[in-house]
């Protein structure tokens, strides 16, 4: 018999739980490590053979998939881009810290949003020559005085004519006036922690305390760590109510004969009697309060 539903016990401590990770986000995290490696191991021969396998004319994700090869890849990509926290894809929780720009894709790796810029500008992506471009082909550094200044490098399949392509290029150009490169490679970092640095806790800890309701009346789990897990998870299962007592079986219509405390037979059997009314418990309370944590231990 379950008495405390899974989502309670996977909540983190400070929100009420036993922090417990389920097996899916458990599972998720392992296979973001897979996206994530794709990214920073550019030089590895698997990471070479996935692009080759992969990256057609029509595919443009920076976590490329061909859906009809089917395979372990395409379910890993598949994982990344269904699987949401607060409305985001996890695999926009990549992005670039561009350097030199030679490794970051100007128009399919996310490095000025938490997005690539192909669908920031879808327009101006569709009139670009180069698709699989690199930061670095389309800013040329130069040297004015003791500064580094970067220029536009633009190639478009044809002029812009619409007002909505001169319009983007216009947004575009006016985010990326502060870029300029440095002489140092680019890296990729993790933005779901607070230090940018991957690590599959990081993605269960980002997992487990998405789409969790708080609940303001539920306390933080304050668990003793001298004593075994058993009695602290006995604890918290008393302060929910969640314990076979006489009143909790009958709530779920179990009839119990003789529902009188076993210890003192003076009251119903209920997690408020077993643990502060029953005077026989009271009275072992006590006693241990004036002991030490060798004597307690004896108990347990």
């Given at each position: 018999m379950h008495w405390v539903d899974w989502n309670s016990v996977a909540r983190p401590k400070v929100q009420g739980g036993l922090g417990l990770?389920?097996?899916?986000?458990?599972?998720?995290?392992l296979l973001s490590k897979?996206?994530?490696?794709?990214?920073?191991?550019?030089?590895?021969?698997?990471?070479?053979?996935?692009?080759?396998?992969?990256?057609?004319?029509l595919s443009w994700n920076y976590i490329p998939a061909r859906s009809s090869m089917g395979g372990v890849w395409c379910n890993?990509?598949?994982?990344?881009?269904?699987?949401l926290i607060d409305g985001i894809p996890l695999r926009c929780f990549f992005k670039s810290k561009v350097g030199n720009g030679n490794?970051?894709?100007?128009?399919?790796d996310p490095w000025l949003d938490n997005e690539p810029l192909k669908s920031v500008y879808p327009r101006l992506f569709r009139l670009e020559k180069e698709k699989r471009c690199?930061?670095?082909?389309?800013?040329?550094?130069?040297?004015?005085?003791?500064?580094?200044?970067?220029?536009?490098?633009?190639?478009w399949s044809r002029c812009l004519s619409a007002q909505e392509e001169v319009n983007e290029l216009v947004d575009l150009c006016g985010r990326c006036l502060h870029i300029s490169l440095e002489d140092r490679m680019d890296r990729w970092e993790w933005i779901g922690a607070e230090d940018k640095s991957f690590s599959v806790?990081?993605?269960?800890?980002?997992?487990?305390?998405?789409?969790?309701?708080?609940n303001p009346m539920q306390e933080p789990f304050d668990e003793c760590k001298w004593l075994p897990d058993k009695i602290n998870i006995l604890m918290w299962r008393a302060a929910l109510n969640k314990i076979a007592s006489v009143d909790n079986l009958r709530r779920r219509n179990i009839e119990v004969q003789d529902g009188m405390c076993v210890l003192c037979k003076d009251g119903e059997e209920s997690v408020s009697h077993m643990f502060a009314s029953c005077y026989v418990v009271t009275t072992l309370w006590s006693h241990i309060s004036r002991g030490k944590k060798g004597s307690f231990q004896r108990y347990c």
């Open positions: 990770n389920k097996l899916r986000n458990i599972n998720v995290s897979w996206g994530w490696r794709l990214k920073v191991e550019r030089n590895k021969l698997w990471v070479k053979v996935v692009e080759a396998l992969h990256n057609t004319k890993i990509a598949k994982v990344l881009s269904k699987t490794n970051t894709a100007f128009w399919l690199k930061v670095s082909d389309r800013f040329k550094a130069r040297t004015v005085g003791v500064d580094m200044v970067s220029n536009f490098n633009w190639a806790k990081a993605v269960k800890k980002l997992l487990s305390n998405s789409g969790q309701p708080i």
